[in-house]
């Protein structure tokens, strides 16, 4: 079996794995659903639009369930006290993705420009919010939440819901969702042709130009004006978790520490450029699966640079810097982990060689002859 300590370090990999793999997975039909009424000009356009995603949305959404339950799994510190302090900001994003399912299959229901144009307006709402508030919260993550601990470990969270929209905060909101929609603008490039496919190159190029803009301030913002967190006392990571047993205080330029001290972690946040600029120049080229495949580069190379900058931090807080919650002590018990590690070994090959082969079935352009030849079956 493996040892507490790397199975701590790998379920802090695993989780990342799964938040890249929803980024990737979901992230490009809520980038398509927000492009919805932009690219779309009349309802067949639409039609099409919709149902490059149509066979697959809904299998997506194992992405977002399985990033909620590993956390909750793996570390039930992180969970009890995110799912605490964010309490509204997580029901925003339920009530942003109810539109969805119901947008889907309700829409096409009655041959009405009224009735399909509000659901056009659900989906892309239901689309566009959610990313931007895990872009809100992962900037909160980096300035610190404001929560603690007492002497019995119950979390106390002393924060509002409007203190989470501050203006670093806001600009990761706009980092996530200028990332998804060039995603979703590469796919819907891959999978349509004509005015959509214009319209959906012209959205890749711009947003992917946005998202690397924005993160580059972002980062800017970070390393000049925000103080990170730095554990200062003996750390054992085989321990039993107990957040209370550490000392941490904050500093200008902490978040810093880790490039530092492993100089080969710069090529987490180089990723995202590289990946950045081949999505863009490769969408230029008409290289859709190609583009598809260095935007997701781009997307885990911003969602790694967060991860690669707070290591050992999960959830940092700003009113009592000890109570933070780290790698080592916001885990489950060995055995858990264990547990978790073999049937993740296990099942998600599974899962991504089904995805994979449901994927290559369902490839093929969408068009709007194939939407009237089909009128009666599509979204």
Known sequence: MLDYSTLKLIWWLLVGVLLVGFAVMDGHDMGVGTLLPFVGRGDDERRVVINTVGP????NQVWFITGGGAIF???PFVYATAFSGFYWAMLAVLWALFFRPVGFDYRSKIDNPTWRKTWDIGIFVGSFVPPVIFGVAFGNLLQGVPFHFDDNLLSHYTGTFWAL??????VCGLVSSAMIICHGAVYLMHRTEGDVQRRARAAAVIFGIAALILFSLAGVWLVHGIDGYRITSALDPAELPNPLVK?????????L???HKMPITMAVPALAYIGGIAAIVLVQAERTLCAFVASSL???GIIGTAGVSMFPFVMPSSSDPASSLTVWDSTSSHMTLAIMFWVAVIF???ILAYTSWAYRVMRGKVTVDYIERNKNSLY
Do not use: E, S, T
């Open 257 to 259: 520490d880790n490039y």
């Open 247 to 255: 000392a941490v205080v904050r500093a200008p330029g902490a978040w």
């Open 56 to 59: 697959h949305w809904d299998g």
């Open 73 to 75: 799994a793996a570390w």
């Open 298 to 300: 781009m997307m885990a």
């Open 165 to 170: 929209l501050n203006p670093f905060a806001l």
């Open 348 to 350: 998600v090959p599974i």
